[in-house]
């Protein structure tokens, strides 16, 4: 989500709606932001119909840093609504109602589709031309791929805001305990982040009061993910 300007897209939806609407439709606009701006990643990154995604990536940071310094303007321009920008960039679940449940139903149904393409995934994890010759469209599934994760993530932010490093870490931790066949590593990834995110934000209550639980998924994510950057030759080699 950040790699590719998903959650950058998402917070500059939120931000305008904060400044300009006073926080009016504010999941709306979020969700917009980030689907309109991994459009426009893969859009730019698109040549002759590929999108390969050393340049996926390169572009989405791009992007990531152009809506980064849009917000950081509308941050110093906002006033008085300052800290509730900040706050819903920290991400958190203090400002959740059983309204936004609605909006969240649509999360399983993308769980679905992620696991009816697990197994085309794992095709695919053996490398982009032998997939080609197994019977994947390659370049098309990474469309399917790209699209419904981004949806989740503009729906996840939409609704809690910026909340770091779950989506990063818990996948590497639960790859590493249930092997790497995603029709496994799925829903096995899925609980584990929402267990973390359900005892960071337990945490945040109890001792740390309005806090964004965002504070505490990247205080303990960061040294985390430095830790197996550190240590990949290791864990590659435990990865059949």
Do not use: C
């Not at 959740?96 to 695919?124: H, T, Y």
């Not at 609980?191 to 359900?198: E, K, P, R």
Request: charged share 10%; net charge neutral.
């Amino acid at each position: 989500p950040y790699i590719i300007g998903t959650s950058s897209g998402g917070a500059f939806g939120a931000a305008v709606t904060i400044v300009f609407m006073g926080g009016l439709f504010l999941p709306v606009f979020a969700f917009i932001g980030a689907i309109g701006s991994t459009f426009l990643v893969y859009a730019i990154a698109t040549r002759n119909g590929r999108a390969p995604v050393e340049t996926l990536l390169l572009t989405g940071v791009a992007i990531s840093m152009f809506f980064s310094s849009i917000l950081s303007f509308l941050m110093y321009s906002a006033g008085n609504s300052l800290h509730q920008i900040v706050f819903w960039l920290m991400g958190g679940l203090w400002n959740v109602s059983w309204d936004d449940v609605w909006l969240a139903l649509l999360i399983p149904v993308g769980g679905i589709i992620l696991f009816v393409l697990a197994r085309d995934l794992n095709i695919l994890s053996l490398g982009e031309e032998d997939a080609l010759h197994l019977g994947v469209n390659v370049e098309q599934f990474k469309r399917i791929l790209l699209f419904v994760a981004s949806g989740l993530t503009a729906v996840a932010v939409s609704i809690a805001g910026s909340i770091g490093f779950i989506g990063l870490i818990t996948p590497h931790v639960m790859r590493l305990l249930v092997g790497p066949d995603h029709r496994i590593l799925f829903p096995a990834a899925m609980l584990a982040g929402g267990l973390f995110l359900l005892a960071a934000d337990t945490i945040v209550r109890s001792f740390l009061g309005e806090m964004p639980v965002g504070v505490i998924t990247s205080f303990v994510g960061a040294p985390f993910f430095i830790m197996l950057l550190r240590y990949n030759h290791f864990i590659v080699w435990k990865i059949p």
